[in-house]
């Protein structure tokens, strides 16, 4: 599901040269290999938002692409956990990603972890600017500096048909 609906104001806030507004990508990747849930905010500090603390790690996170092709987002992070990387290069099951971005307006910079603003601030209401979720990640690449990898949508046209083959073993009457 994408969500691309961002508010003229905040547009136009963005697009000042001299804007103290900045994008904060939250980035979730969860898999079964992985407890807990890898949650981390591109930023040098920790968030706490909607129950769940957001590890601050600056990563690279590209918007999903727009071609006719199928949808895809770049995302590179820093390879600072052993056991994360080993799970995402090593599973057979891909890993899911949800990609959000909310403005920096949203949150308290004050504190530490930073929290979110209740309250509006001017015209702008707190909110979500982007989002995609319910995105795999594929074609995951682990060097000691660093992880990065794909997120698309899941491709059903790439999937065996049927999906169950009628062998021996399952149905021996069959075979008679």
């Not at 949650?39 to 920790?46: A, L, P, Q």
């Not at 990065?148 to 059903?156: K, Q």
Request: aromatic share 10%; glycine share 6%; hydrophobic share 40%.
């Amino acid at each position: 599901m994408t969500q691309r609906d961002i508010p003229n104001v905040l547009v136009e806030a963005l697009n000042q040269p001299s804007s103290s507004i900045a994008l904060l990508p939250f980035l979730t990747i969860t898999h079964p290999s992985l407890a807990p849930t890898v949650r981390v905010v591109s930023d040098h500090f920790d968030y706490v938002f909607g129950g769940n603390t957001y590890a601050g790690m600056p990563f690279d996170a590209r918007p999903m692409t727009d071609g006719e092709n199928a949808p895809f987002a770049q995302l590179v992070m820093q390879n600072v956990n052993a056991a994360v990387s080993r799970a995402l290069e090593t599973a057979e099951e891909r890993a899911q990603v949800v990609l959000t971005l909310y403005a920096s307006i949203d949150f308290d910079l004050t504190q530490d972890p930073r929290v979110p603003i209740s309250n509006a601030i001017g015209q702008i209401t707190p909110g979500k600017v982007y989002e995609y979720a319910g995105f795999e990640l594929t074609q995951i690449e682990v060097t000691p500096a660093s992880i990065s990898g794909r997120g698309s949508l899941p491709d059903y046209g790439r999937e065996p048909w049927p999906p169950i083959q009628a062998t021996e073993d399952r149905y021996p009457g069959l075979f008679i």
